[in-house]
């Protein structure tokens, strides 16, 4: 009897701590981020809330994901954890498996191409305090895993370098005059660098965004 009284302890304390759900109060309105499931997600960033989650688990709390007009993989997503300590914020988010599923938004009316992923994708986050024009930036630097888009090859052709495969290696959010972008920057096959701006508010990827935040993109894939 002297172990069972640890054991159930140690088993009530688990489940008193996964899962970690923030309020969906936390979300940005629609007026600024359409989709609501990213809403809920740079609320979270913004307000600095732990979170601890599947996927499955996130949609019986919150259905309203499942319209998300994004359609993300909800529900192969066995885990996605955000902490942070005194080393920094981290955020990791774990697969069933690597996937592979279409470009969620639309490029010249089309999805034409796939959005891969390792089983474990980690990320570094920090709060970038100010930089230009742009406001409430938040930057994750990518630290384990791999994540990128392969486009199809006519669209590559058509757009030329404005549009290219990417190995992505940071990812940002940030205001800029009112208006939420979500920013995409990595590596191309030739050895270049592209970043990907998507307006959260139209869900429409710019294929010529506002010169800051390429700019901010850009010099963030430099540093070490």
Known sequence: MRRVGPTLLFFL????????????????????????FLAYIVGIMLEDHELDVDGPTLLDVFPEFEGSSLDFPFHDIERVHRTSSREGTMISVDFVRPLSFPVPVDILGYHPGRIYTTRRIVFDESAVSAHGELSHVRLLVRREGEIGIDFVRWLDLLLGSLLSDVDARVLAVAELNGRWYAILGGDTPDGGSIVGVLDLLRNRILLRPPRVLRDFALEALESP
């Open 13 to 36: 304390a688990a489940t008193a701590t996964w899962p970690q759900i923030p309020e969906r109060s936390v979300s940005r309105d629609e007026s600024e981020i359409k989709d609501v």
